[in-house]
């Protein structure tokens, strides 16, 4: 295959100014390589990017590609390139963007080796919010003696953060949606519901021990102010735009950068290990990015959306993607237990006074 697609856009703005166009398979330079992609991630910071939001960190030049993360197969390589040959499983990001692509070419150093045992919409989805989670739970030192809040926590770099944080030996207290919290319980963290009262939510699931550290996802205004009245101390409370700000760090890191080489490594062999498991809720067909955009700007989508480029369509039921989340369906499922219960223990009976 010669010819493939890429996602381009040519000025800022929603959903409608994305375009797939052809893509002729680049050639390496020296010290280059050529990746025909698997699978590769969305973030949410590069929808801001693409609508405009992010001008005063970067700006970009027209017509722009998107997409940061990805996982593929090394197809070309370029004078210098030694240790990695054709047909070697990579893992990394795009310095200059355009991941949405089926070929890209990418510097030697913006790539590790995909562990055998990391699957492709895992490894093509970790880069961007794994640098990220795995950053901030590394600046906050978290150990045994911490307990930890962290708010949107069933979300893409959240997620992560609680695992790291309870691999680390933290007590996690998760703060998301009732909607989420089966899941947040398998993955090691004690759930709290948002809202009116959740500050003595905490208070009462921490059981006394004291809150040492905030991570503030979700970008709530009074975040700081709940953490202080936790008592949390003033250095151990992230920001989102502390967040953010790392994202757009990791989002341009120049390929010679060894940090983000070193964080994926590691975050890769934590997911080999199983000590962090990559949830992947929506996983769409490359040529339905827009819906898979669209999933994720509802904000109700745990973990990871991730594109495949070589998924395979039976041409039994095209709109498969459009049909029911199995996360929307075992959360439809789960109201109408709890209205059949409740009519089942009312009855005809009056209620109780």
């Known amino acids: 295959m010669r010819i493939g697609s890429a996602v381009q856009y040519d000025r800022y703005g929603d959903f409608d100014v994305v375009e797939l166009v052809p893509q002729e398979r680049p050639t390496a330079g020296a010290g280059e390589i050529v990746v025909e ?16 939001k992010l001008r005063d960190h970067i700006e970009l030049d027209f017509p722009a590609r998107q997409g940061v993360d990805f996982a593929g197969i090394v197809r070309a390589r370029g004078e210098g390139v030694k240790d990695l040959k054709v047909g070697d499983e990579v893992m990394g990001h795009a310095p200059a963007g355009g991941s949405h692509a089926t070929w890209l070419v990418v510097p030697r150093g913006a790539v590790i080796k995909k562990p055998e045992h990391v699957g492709w919409e895992v490894a093509g989805g970790l880069y961007l919010a794994g640098c990220t989670a795995a950053t901030v739970v590394r600046d906050l030192k978290l150990g045994p003696d911490d307990t930890v809040v962290i708010s949107a926590a069933a979300g893409g770099v959240g997620h992560i953060e609680c695992q790291l944080a309870h691999d680390a030996g933290a007590t996690v207290i998760a703060l998301g949606s009732a909607r989420n919290h089966d899941y947040l319980r398998q993955i090691g963290t004690l ?51 502390t ?84 996360r929307d369906l075992r959360d439809r499922y789960a109201d109408a237990r709890g209205t059949d219960t409740e009519t089942m223990a009312g009855g005809s ?5």
């Open 37 to 52: 992609i698997v699978a590769a991630g969305l973030n949410h910071i590069e929808r801001f990017l693409r609508e405009g």
């Open 191 to 241: 759930p709290v519901v948002y809202g009116d009262g959740e500050e003595a939510r905490i208070r009462e699931i921490a059981d006394g021990r004291p809150i040492t550290a905030f991570i503030d996802n979700h970008g709530e205004s009074d975040a700081e102010v709940l953490s202080e009245r936790l008592g949390v101390p003033s250095g151990r409370f992230v920001s989102s735009e």
């Open 349 to 353: 009976a009056s209620p109780a006074s």
């Open 243 to 326: 967040r953010r700000d790392i994202e757009i760090r990791f989002l341009r890191a120049p390929a010679e950068d060894e940090v983000p080489r070193e964080l994926l490594t590691l975050l890769a062999k934590a997911v080999q290990d199983r000590r962090v498991q990559v949830l992947i809720s929506g996983f769409y067909p490359f040529e339905y990015i827009v819906e898979a955009y669209e999933d994720l700007a509802e904000m109700k989508s745990r973990g990871k959306v991730v594109i495949g480029m070589q998924t395979v369509e039976t041409g039994a039921r095209l709109d498969w993607y459009r049909s029911e989340k199995a």
